[in-house]
């Protein structure tokens, strides 16, 4: 029997010249001092991606490279958000499956350029796949939305799933009920099912955020823009490099399970068949929490859930074409969803089949 107190698994060593490598390649990442720099990561997996650039056949695994760096007092201290505070009650996350499963979307907005106006960007990433979009327009509507999503499917894919939060431009009308905005009916009649996030909880929406927040510290605050079209092509370098990042990550270090999927692509089509859009079948989800009071509101009206369930999180679905709207609540991760109750939720106009892709092209 080994009585040897040395532990089984030992640290990685890598020669003097590859330490140097290393500790050469973080100094440069950490400058953003040139063109190929300007947006990249700094971490262990930007430095293996680096080597991987270099030629360098045999790479060091990730804890070795951050080794090397914590031994060269290479580690720069991050700012962080004050961090949400873990509830115990259950959150009803979606599991995304497959690229293409879920988006989340966002708007950074009000920006001012200087001498020009007002921006306001639009951002999106696949939460499977982290691959990110996002352009600028002068105005935050519904219109815009559309205009940087029909690109964007055209480019990356229809989605299952996008995740929203409450947003005026995402959802419509801020006071009339049962009132479905341009954006809503768009994905409604292309098969996308919308998933609101709770009231005045961003962090619901982790991946995207994430991906705002760099895009505020990374390309934002540290150059000035002349006007919209300079922050286009310099947004497009960001995207490109959290692209390119992302994609070397997912395939080199990745351990989530791929299902088997279909990417559809949206094809060109008119923009102008696309006003005054029908509401038509299909589900629109909202995640909640039950006030003190047992309610929830979706779309602008309260619905009576349970003072039992107060401060649970409830999953809403309206059903158009049966004119119903659907709760269940999960009480833990293990848990089965139960349906809690089901109410007619009848639209203030007909709801019709959906219009085919060739209708648009």
């Given at each position: 029997m080994d009585l040897s107190k040395e532990p089984n698994k030992k640290?990685?060593?890598?020669?003097?010249?590859?330490?140097?490598k290393i500790v050469e390649i973080r100094k440069m990442l950490m400058t953003h001092s040139t063109p190929a720099t300007k947006y990249s990561n700094i971490g262990a997996v930007a430095i293996h991606q680096e080597l991987n650039k270099a030629g360098y056949r045999s790479k060091p695994n990730l804890s070795t490279i951050n080794r090397v760096i914590k031994r060269n007092n290479l580690i720069q201290t991050k700012r962080r958000n004050r961090s949400n505070k873990e509830s115990k009650v259950h959150y009803p996350?979606?599991?995304?499956?497959y690229p293409g499963h879920t988006y989340q979307l966002d708007l950074v907005t009000p920006r001012y350029i200087s001498g020009y106006g007002k921006i306001v960007s639009v951002n999106r990433i696949d939460v499977y796949s982290s691959l990110?979009?996002?352009?600028?327009?002068?105005?935050?509507?519904?219109?815009?939305?559309?205009?940087?999503?029909?690109?964007?499917?055209?480019?990356?894919?229809?989605?299952?799933?996008?995740?929203?939060?409450?947003?005026a431009s995402f959802r419509g009308s801020v006071y009339h009920p049962r009132t479905f905005g341009k954006l809503t009916r768009f994905c409604l009649n292309f098969g996308v099912q919308l998933i609101f996030i709770p009231f005045n909880e961003p962090w619901r929406n982790a991946h995207i955020e994430s991906f705002n927040s760099r895009f505020n510290d990374r390309l934002w605050l540290i150059q000035k823009f002349t006007d919209l079209v300079h922050l286009r092509i310099e947004s497009q370098k960001f995207k490109n490099k959290h692209n390119d990042y992302q994609q070397y990550r997912k395939e080199n270090f990745s351990k989530q399970k791929l299902q088997s999927?279909?990417?559809?692509?949206?094809?060109d089509i008119r923009h102008d068949l696309l006003v005054d859009l029908a509401i038509t079948k299909g589900k629109v989800h909202f995640i909640r929490l039950v006030n003190e009071k047992g309610y929830?509101?979706?779309f602008n009206e309260d619905f009576y859930i349970s003072t039992k369930l107060s401060f649970e999180y409830i999953w809403a679905t309206i059903l158009t074409h049966k004119s119903e709207v659907k709760f269940f609540h999960k009480a833990t991760k293990e848990s089965k969803w139960v349906m809690v109750k089901s109410v007619e939720y009848r639209l203030r106009e007909i709801v019709k089949d959906r219009i085919p892709f060739e209708y648009f092209l």
């Open positions: 640290h990685s060593k890598i020669d003097e010249s590859l330490e140097n996350v979606l599991p995304a499956r990110a979009n996002l352009n600028q327009y002068q105005s935050k509507g519904a219109d815009s939305i559309i205009e940087f999503i029909l690109e964007d499917w055209k480019e990356y894919g229809i989605p299952l799933y996008l995740q929203l939060d409450n947003e999927y279909t990417t559809r692509l949206l094809p929830i509101n979706i």
